[in-house]
């Protein structure tokens, strides 16, 4: 078992608890309800908010567990990590930017705005 990681067993941990509290847990059931059709889980006197916010909060939770084990991973946290990622995404790049890249040449953009 030593050359197991620990990440790995608190997975397997945390994926049979979450199955077992889905399957057995009246609150378990109650998301699988929301998640088939939320109209009917309120018509069954489900509170539908209550249960969203309670599913996002333990999704909040499981992602600062999967942050703490990439960080015990790479055994190294700096504050440049992830910079310079999904900005395209956003839409915080339009035409015209003339900032520089890093490497200093300009930016090269085509017709919509796009970086080539």
Do not use: W
């Given at each position: 078992?030593?050359?197991?990681?620990?990440?790995?067993?608190?997975?397997?941990?945390?994926?049979?608890?979450t199955?077992?509290?889905?399957?057995?847990?009246?609150?378990?059931?109650?998301?699988?309800?929301?998640?088939?059709?939320?109209?009917a889980?309120?018509?069954?006197?489900?509170?539908?908010?209550?249960?969203?916010?309670g599913?996002?909060?333990?999704?909040?939770?499981?992602?600062?567990?999967?942050?703490?084990m990439?960080?015990?991973?790479?055994?190294?946290?700096?504050?440049?990590?992830?910079?310079?990622?999904g900005?395209?995404?956003?839409?915080?790049?339009?035409?015209?930017?003339?900032?520089?890249?890093?490497?200093?040449?300009?930016?090269?953009?085509?017709r919509?705005?796009?970086?080539?």
């Amino acid at each position: 078992m030593a050359s197991c990681p620990v990440s790995l067993i608190v997975t397997v941990i945390i994926f049979v608890l979450t199955g077992l509290f889905l399957r057995y847990h009246r609150f378990g059931r109650a998301i699988y309800a929301v998640g088939g059709n939320p109209a009917a889980a309120r018509a069954a006197g489900i509170k539908v908010e209550r249960v969203k916010i309670g599913v996002y909060v333990a999704g909040s939770i499981l992602a600062a567990i999967g942050g703490l084990m990439e960080a015990g991973r790479v055994r190294a946290v700096t504050g440049q990590q992830g910079v310079r990622r999904g900005h395209h995404l956003l839409g915080l790049r339009r035409r015209g930017d003339r900032r520089r890249e890093p490497e200093g040449r300009p930016r090269q953009h085509d017709r919509r705005g796009h970086r080539g």
